[in-house]
């Protein structure tokens, strides 16, 4: 199947600091990503879509302000949480659709703790 | 609100068992659904997807759809203690997108 890296898996930061997270399509050019947060013992949230070339779609309750994506490429896509407080400790995870755009490949994840 | 619901279990088979996992959806709409498999601490994996009424056969796992009862189901036959984690259920957003609602996800625990 398709890959997708993630990119760092883990970050432990301070408040206030702001943490980017990337996304990469190896193997294939991914023209939509999708961002997810999951909590613990929770289910996957998307969290807004990722596009090309175009800005960010944003799920309702997702503040685009503190959730900065930047798709530059077609095989990359960025995530920085702005200004980061301990509630934004997640369990981040990107995904992107494959060529027949048939299902969605996740990549590994980036846990934040934010203390 | 589009829902996707599943038992968050556990759901605990022994081992050779059939494992079966369910999931409903509010959303008549659907067309897509979508089965992974997620170990604890990390991202999900994907088992299966479905589109057409009917059984779908990979290896150990058959995915079924019943839209009319707007409702999935994974089937796991001869479950091993690998297959001990959560499964997911999800479905995509009407209207294109690929966007995906998630369940809760049911956790499985194969025993030996």
Same mark, same amino acid.
């Given at each position: ?59 309702? %309750?997702? /503040?685009?302000?503190? &959730? ?5 490429? @077609?095989? =990359? ?22 060529? %027949?755009? /048939?299902?969605?490949? &996740? ?5 934040? @703790?934010? =203390? | ?112």
């Amino acid at each position: 199947g398709a890959v997708v890296s993630q990119h760092p898996s883990w970050v432990i930061c301070k408040s206030g600091t702001s943490v980017k997270i990337e996304c990469r399509s190896l193997d294939f050019q991914a023209t939509t990503m999708f961002w997810y947060r999951q909590f613990p013992k929770q289910s996957l949230m998307l969290m807004a879509t990722s596009n090309e070339g175009s800005k960010a779609t944003y799920e309702q %309750g997702v /503040e685009k302000d503190k &959730f900065l994506i930047n798709h530059a490429s @077609l095989t =990359l896509s960025t995530l920085t949480v702005t200004s980061a407080h301990p509630e934004d400790s997640s369990f981040y995870i990107c995904s992107a659709p494959d060529r %027949g755009r /048939e299902t969605q490949y &996740f990549g590994p994840g980036t846990r934040l @703790l934010v =203390l | 609100q589009k829902e996707v619901e599943q038992n968050s279990g556990p759901l605990s088979v022994p081992e050779g068992a059939i494992a079966s996992l369910n999931c409903t959806y509010s959303d008549r709409g659907s067309q897509s659904f979508f089965w992974y498999r997620q170990y604890s601490g990390k991202s999900p994996e994907l088992i299966m997807f479905i589109y057409s009424n009917g059984d779908k056969e990979d290896g150990r796992f058959t995915a079924q759809l019943n839209k009319a009862s707007q409702y999935v189901s994974l089937l796991i036959r001869d479950s091993q203690p690998s297959d001990s984690a959560t499964y997911l259920c999800a479905v995509e957003n009407p209207g294109g997108g690929n966007k995906l609602t998630f369940g809760t996800g049911t956790q499985l625990k194969v025993e030996l």
